[in-house]
């Protein structure tokens, strides 16, 4: 058995300095600077997803890529929307690319912290993770490791409420334990 790990406070310290998005163009910018979008290049001085000239996040849905224009998306809610997915829909979730290298195991990090069935507070440490900003140094890079992630994955879930915020439709709640 391992020895009592301190997780910390939900909220406090938020790894590589991501700002969790309050408003819609924060959510926006977020998406084209922590996932994966169609063609994305680094463009130096780019600030907001107006400077890019692409502005689609690339999904897969249904076993289908589709390319969603930044500017129809406010919300999670839009994505099952525009692609007819979710309860309302076909029941799929579309999955997008977060661009991160995990570096701690699930399963280890679940040990460290006796959590079973649970990944609470992976993604409030740097060192479970490493985070990229750059596409194309995500997909060159030794340590990135593309892969689609569904919007309802509950290990990433954590990783969508740091970086996506409310527009994710995911919110902690602590345990009243």
């Known amino acids: 058995m391992s020895k009592k790990f301190k997780l910390k406070e939900w909220g406090t310290d938020i790894p590589y300095g ?7 163009d924060e959510f926006r910018q977020n998406l084209i600077k922590y996932y994966c979008i169609s063609s994305k290049e680094y463009i130096e ?7 890019y000239p692409i502005d689609k996040i690339n999904l897969l849905t249904s076993g289908e890529y589709k390319d969603i224009p930044i ?9 099952y929307r525009l692609t007819k997915s979710g309860f309302h829909g076909d029941g799929s979730s579309p999955c997008i690319t977060p661009m991160v290298h995990m570096k701690t195991d699930i399963g280890k990090w679940m040990r460290t912290t006796n959590q079973i069935m649970s990944f609470h507070g992976y993604f409030q440490y740097e060192e479970n993770f490493e985070l990229f900003e750059d596409q194309n140094e995500f997909i060159r890079s030794d340590k990135g490791n593309p892969m689609w992630v569904s919007l ?3 290990i990433w879930r954590e990783f969508f409420m740091i ?3 409310e527009f994710s439709g995911y919110e902690y709640k602590p345990s009243t334990k």
Request: glycine share 10%.
């Open 152 to 154: 309802d994955n509950q």
């Open 163 to 165: 970086t996506l915020g």
């Open 18 to 24: 991501i700002k969790t998005p309050t408003n819609v």
């Open 45 to 51: 001085g780019c600030k907001s997803y107006r400077d």
């Open 71 to 79: 500017t129809k998306i406010s919300s999670f809610g839009d994505i």
